[in-house]
């Protein structure tokens, strides 16, 4: 059974930093290709940040703010949120998959974790 564990959320004002982690148990994590998505109340759940086999990549409303990273050895995700505002207020989950080739889609994740809160004040 794979187990994703998110920690790391909480309440910070706009403008500051927050580090979300996620911990992969049950299969080797070095296999998997992992994403970040967030869904605020009464909305869909949004990518945030993928890292696969090839690259990162990251939607245009955290571009420059967020950064995706890996450590294999640790089995864990991290997801680095800096300048931080209003509307990043959500739920944040980390997902894997196998293989994804549209990193983007909820769809294409096979696992998720529980999900951590994130709330920005303004």
């Known amino acids: 059974q794979v187990l994703l564990v998110e920690s790391g959320g909480g309440l910070v004002q706009a403008g500051g930093s927050l580090r979300l982690s996620c911990v992969v148990s049950?299969?080797?994590?070095?296999?998997?290709?992992m994403g970040w998505f967030r869904q605020a109340p009464g909305k869909e759940r949004d990518f945030v940040a993928s890292i696969t086999r090839r690259n990162e990549y990251y939607a245009d409303s955290v571009k420059g703010r967020f950064t995706i990273s890996r450590d294999n050895a640790k089995n864990t995700v991290y997801l680095q949120m800096n300048s931080l505002k209003p509307e990043d207020t959500a739920v944040y989950y980390c997902?894997?998959?196998?293989?994804?080739?549209?990193?983007?889609?909820?769809?294409?994740?096979?696992?998720w974790g529980q999900g951590t809160q994130v709330t920005v004040s303004s």
């Open positions: 049950g299969r080797t994590f070095s296999s998997f290709e």
């Open positions: 997902a894997a998959a196998y293989y994804t080739h549209y990193y983007y889609d909820t769809g294409a994740y096979d696992y």
